[in-house]
């Protein structure tokens, strides 16, 4: 139990263009999803949270207007990247977590994102 | 915000040999969980262990909550162990550890 999926696996883009990010909790109820960076040989940065039907939260010293993130269905966040730049170029992992009590997440098998 | 150090940056063991992997936090945390990430990149759930001790086959995990450390150890190693460990800890959001990169040869 507690999968959760990402699609694309990896996807590569030209800059200037728009990335679109699917996270998918397959089996469980997520009331709170989260988004995270991770550059090579580093650790991974959350980068928001977003609750079900509410605005995304975002960590300091990300661009809310440049990482959109929508949290539309209990099952469902998107994270798209705008006008994409070769420096957002990275590993983004998605999370869930089922909230009832317990605070554990559960990760997604990642989006490798190259911008050309 | 949140400190976590986790130590060893880099282990290496040969294979069957046992290891302690340790993280340190600086504040009260609801959660700690502990991840192996494998080189395809996902992170896959070891423990989820805010306190106490859990066992898992050749791998079991300790939290002193109150000492605010955990403890990851895994025996018998195997080269498919290999990889970074990642400690995070916190309460709805986490904070992840630098990692422990475990390189077992066969």
């Known amino acids: 139990g507690a999968v959760v999926s990402q699609h694309p696996s990896r996807v590569i883009c030209k800059s200037g263009t728009s990335v679109k990010i699917e996270c998918r909790s397959l089996?469980?109820?997520?009331?709170?999803m989260f988004w995270y960076r991770q550059f090579p040989k580093q650790s991974l940065m959350l980068m928001a949270t977003s609750n079900e039907g509410s605005k995304a939260t975002y960590e300091q010293g990300v661009e809310k207007d440049k990482f959109l993130i929508n949290h539309a269905s209990l099952t469902l966040s998107t994270l798209t990247v705008t006008s994409a730049h070769p420096e957002d170029s990275s590993f983004y992992i998605c999370?869930?977590?089922?909230?009832?009590?317990?605070?554990?997440?559960?990760f997604g098998p990642g989006t490798r994102l190259t911008v050309t | 915000g949140i400190q976590v150090e986790q130590s060893p940056p880099d282990l290496i063991l040969q294979e069957g040999a046992n290891s302690t992997l340790r993280c340190n936090f600086s504040?009260?945390?609801?959660?700690l969980q502990w991840f192996h990430q494998n080189p395809w990149g996902q992170l896959i759930n070891l423990f989820y262990i805010p306190s106490g001790t859990k066992q898992n086959g050749r791998l079991s995990a300790t939290t002193v909550a109150t000492e605010r450390y955990s403890l990851l150890y895994i025996s018998s190693s195997q080269t498919t162990d290999s990889g970074v460990y990642f400690c995070a800890v916190g309460a709805q959001k986490l904070v992840f550890g630098q990692g422990t990169r475990l390189t077992i040869n066969p």
């Open positions: 089996d469980f109820q997520a009331t709170t």
């Open positions: 504040d009260s945390v609801n959660n």
């Open positions: 999370s869930a977590s089922p909230g009832t009590g317990r605070f554990e997440q559960y």
